[in-house]
């Protein structure tokens, strides 16, 4: 097996022509971390992960892999292996075939490829399909064989770029902890390319949150849900309120709409302020609560009621009830209702 081992980006940058993809990125995942790299399309996370991998050339910057600079290094020699997001199996391959095909391409003689490629199907839990194409397997399936495809080199980091795009929402879930318990399993690194909120949520020890080719922030998932850095983050992350804010008299601060809070939890300097959708307050129109809304929309999610909320002057605001909480004094469209937030449930951001 190979060691786990730390990866460290210096300064990272990737420029194609006058675009830069990636704008000198640093960032250090620590040996054994199942790392989601997370943000919008086109903010620089596959080409991140394509540069680790060395099917990217940086333009500037280091990559670092256990001590030792891989930045120049050819993909093979790395110590990384790529799962991408189609597999990209061979079809005309059998799956130990394809398992077994980067051992080939080593020069290992055939009885130990097969013994070794046949080892890695039984760690995913494919070994009764190693005869088989990839076209006689299922999504999950394949995806397990190109896992062992990966892992079979024996990689201190695996690189996957959105692994699970491919499959159903619900096989998409369940594939998701697998790769969990596997990453658990192996004791090394997976560096996840996704831009779904939920999967990196789901998956990370450590979240990076990636807009316009730089991080805006690397923290563990309930950091980063608790105290997003940023407006982009806690906007991008789902499940806030985002608003801009001035500073007013006294210690509080202005809402676009000149409504004055309490400024509590809010430092002076603040631009932003975030609230989750799930510590809104709402209550019956009248209630000692700063604002007065009018209700947009109701939507009833199971265990929560996501109500959507317009206050005038402000931008469109959402609160996530409890389902009990919501059917013990439900609200409707066009409902005026009092709408705030304890002051200790308001995060600035600068
Ligand atoms: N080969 C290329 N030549 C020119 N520009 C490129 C090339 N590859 C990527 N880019 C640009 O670099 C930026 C980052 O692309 P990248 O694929 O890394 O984004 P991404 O975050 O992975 O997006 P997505 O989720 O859509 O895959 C984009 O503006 C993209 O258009």
């Given at each position: 097996?190979?060691?786990?081992?730390?990866?460290?980006l210096?300064?990272?940058?990737?420029?194609?022509?006058?675009?830069?993809?990636?704008?000198?990125?640093?960032?250090?995942?620590?040996?054994?971390?199942?790392?989601?790299?997370?943000?919008?399309?086109?903010?620089?996370?596959?080409?991140?992960?394509?540069?680790?991998?060395?099917?990217?050339?940086?333009?500037?910057?280091?990559?670092?892999?256990?001590?030792?600079?891989?930045?120049?290094?050819?993909?093979?020699?790395?110590?990384?292996?790529?799962?991408?997001?189609?597999?990209?199996?061979?079809?005309?391959?059998?799956?130990?075939d394809?398992?077994?095909?980067?051992?080939?391409?080593?020069?290992?003689?055939?009885?130990?490829?097969?013994?070794?490629?046949?080892?890695?199907?039984r760690?995913?839990?494919?070994?009764?399909?190693?005869?088989?194409?990839?076209?006689?397997?299922?999504?999950?399936?394949?995806?397990?064989?190109?896992?062992?495809?990966?892992?079979?080199?024996?990689?201190?980091?695996?690189?996957?770029?959105?692994?699970?795009?491919?499959?159903?929402?619900?096989l998409?879930?369940?594939?998701?902890?697998?790769?969990?318990?596997?990453?658990?399993?192996?004791?090394?690194?997976?560096?996840?390319?996704?831009?779904?909120?939920?999967?990196?949520?789901?998956?990370?020890?450590?979240?990076?949150?990636?807009?316009?080719?730089?991080?805006?922030?690397?923290?563990?998932?309930?950091?980063?849900?608790?105290?997003?850095?940023?407006?982009?983050?806690?906007?991008?992350?789902?499940g806030?309120?985002?608003?801009?804010?001035?500073?007013?008299?006294?210690?509080?601060v202005?809402?676009?709409?000149?409504?004055?809070?309490?400024?509590?939890?809010?430092?002076?300097?603040?631009?932003?302020i975030?609230?989750?959708?799930?510590?809104?307050?709402?209550?019956?129109?009248?209630?000692?609560?700063?604002?007065?809304?009018?209700?947009?929309?109701?939507?009833?999610?199971?265990?929560?009621?996501?109500?959507?909320?317009?206050?005038?002057?402000?931008?469109p605001?959402?609160?996530?009830?409890?389902?009990?909480?919501?059917?013990?004094?439900?609200?409707?469209?066009?409902?005026?209702?009092?709408?705030?937030?304890?002051?200790?449930?308001?995060?600035?951001?600068?």
């Amino acid at each position: 097996m190979a060691k786990a081992a730390e990866i460290e980006l210096v300064a990272l940058t990737k420029r194609y022509g006058g675009v830069t993809a990636v704008d000198g990125i640093s960032l250090r995942i620590p040996a054994g971390t199942y790392c989601c790299l997370l943000g919008p399309s086109g903010c620089g996370k596959t080409t991140t992960l394509r540069m680790i991998a060395g099917h990217e050339q940086a333009s500037e910057g280091d990559i670092i892999l256990g001590g030792e600079n891989i930045t120049d290094l050819p993909p093979a020699r790395r110590g990384t292996a790529m799962m991408f997001q189609s597999y990209a199996l061979f079809p005309h391959l059998s799956c130990l075939d394809n398992v077994a095909f980067s051992l080939r391409m080593r020069g290992v003689g055939k009885a130990e490829r097969r013994d070794r490629a046949a080892e890695m199907l039984r760690r995913v839990e494919m070994e009764r399909f190693a005869e088989r194409l990839p076209a006689q397997l299922s999504g999950g399936q394949q995806q397990r064989v190109a896992l062992a495809r990966a892992l079979i080199t024996d990689p201190s980091v695996v690189l996957l770029d959105e692994p699970l795009s491919a499959l159903d929402p619900f096989l998409r879930v369940r594939m998701r902890e697998e790769l969990k318990a596997l990453q658990e399993r192996l004791g090394i690194s997976f560096v996840h390319v996704t831009h779904s909120q939920d999967e990196a949520m789901a998956l990370s020890d450590l979240v990076v949150v990636m807009n316009n080719g730089r991080i805006e922030q690397a923290a563990t998932a309930r950091e980063v849900f608790n105290h997003p850095a940023t407006a982009f983050v806690a906007r991008f992350i789902g499940g806030h309120n985002v608003l801009e804010v001035a500073p007013g008299p006294d210690g509080t601060v202005l809402l676009a709409n000149g409504a004055a809070l309490d400024g509590q939890g809010a430092p002076a300097r603040a631009r932003h302020i975030a609230v989750r959708a799930d510590r809104m307050l709402v209550r019956r129109s009248g209630a000692a609560l700063p604002l007065e809304a009018t209700v947009r929309s109701v939507e009833y999610l199971g265990a929560t009621v996501a109500v959507g909320l317009a206050v005038e002057g402000l931008e469109p605001l959402s609160a996530t009830l409890p389902e009990a909480a919501f059917f013990a004094d439900p609200v409707r469209p066009g409902q005026r209702v009092a709408l705030g937030w304890r002051a200790e449930d308001m995060h600035g951001i600068a």
